[in-house]
């Protein structure tokens, strides 16, 4: 059954998380964001970040949760072992895992075999995965998504650095700047964020403001 949040404590939860910048404060656990994520971001289905595939509300087991920004390198931020060892000791860690702004549906063969390889350009159009446009080099470890996610992409990964200070390389950073202006935000992206921002308490500013992309350092 889909959780549901009074008008009241979105109100509150938007206002104390807008004012400090904390990141999101609404989920202690990813288990808990999960349950959102398909109840009140995709209640009826929705397309995979990856593959565009068309999935409904009844996904089967073919489709699962993407992290954009890999949660192997939020791990190595928190200097954990494992992910089970962050769970136990790092609220902080707990938050990034939980964000719905990082998390889209995904086919689950493309979530695994991406990994938590960088994003990039792979030479060549080699389709290993039907008609989905997903390259893959597991020599370079990179992987090309399709161009219409790339802005998605972008502006996830930029939420992640800049809400958690999380470490995204100079080369990967300007790709995705790149990135960023080539897809401009779209009206499911604008969706999306009006209703974790309404969630979870706070927005993605890049999508609110894709300009902003192009001030980062890295």
Not at 85 to 98: D, T
Request: charged share 30%; aromatic share 12%.
């Amino acid at each position: 059954m889909p959780l549901k949040f009074s008008p009241l404590i979105l109100l509150c939860t938007f206002a104390l998380s807008t004012s400090a910048n904390p990141g999101q404060q609404a989920f202690d656990s990813y288990f808990q964001s999960l349950r959102v994520f398909w109840g009140e971001i995709y209640p009826e289905g929705g397309r995979t970040l990856y593959c565009n595939q068309i999935f409904g509300s009844r996904k089967g087991r073919s489709i699962n949760v993407e992290h954009v920004y890999p949660m192997a390198w939020a791990m190595k931020a928190e200097k954990c072992d494992n992910r089970d060892q962050c769970r136990r000791v790092s609220p902080r860690f707990n938050r990034m895992e939980a964000d719905l702004h990082n998390l889209y549906p995904a086919r689950m063969d493309i979530n695994k075999v991406r990994g938590s390889f960088p994003f990039g350009s792979v030479r060549g159009e080699a389709r290993e995965f039907g008609n989905c446009d997903f390259e893959l080099d597991y020599r370079q470890r990179r992987v090309e998504p399709r161009p219409t996610a790339r802005g998605n992409i972008a502006r996830a990964m930029f939420y992640m650095h800049l809400t958690y200070d999380l470490k995204i390389f100079k080369k990967q950073g300007k790709l995705l700047q790149r990135w960023n202006r080539d897809d401009p935000p779209d009206a499911e992206e604008r969706r999306r964020n009006r209703l974790i921002a309404a969630i979870q308490g706070n927005s993605n500013p890049f999508i609110d403001d894709p300009g902003k992309a192009d001030k980062l350092r890295f």
